[in-house]
């Protein structure tokens, strides 16, 4: 995947924790520590979308639409 240079605007003290993390070799340089966190977040927000959508079922609906699908399948 080609990646595309862009300019951000961090905190002092953000810029400090990011610097730590490339000090003890966690990350190579600033940039691929500000991919990771902003990859992870991505992730994070998208898995928390999908719980809050799941939420949204009716658990009983959902095992009788289960079931009779699997009952389709073996022939009930």
Do not use: H
């Not at 966690?26 to 939420?55: H, T």
């Amino acid at each position: 995947m080609s990646s595309v240079k862009i300019a951000i605007t961090l905190d002092q003290e953000t810029l400090i924790r990011v610097d730590s993390l490339v000090a003890k070799s966690l990350f190579p340089n600033r940039s691929r520590a500000i991919q990771a966190a902003v990859s992870e977040k991505l992730a994070r927000m998208e898995r928390g979308r999908l719980a809050s959508e799941c939420a949204k079922l009716d658990p009983a609906f959902e095992k009788t639409l289960a079931e009779e699908g699997l009952n389709e399948i073996i022939g009930i």
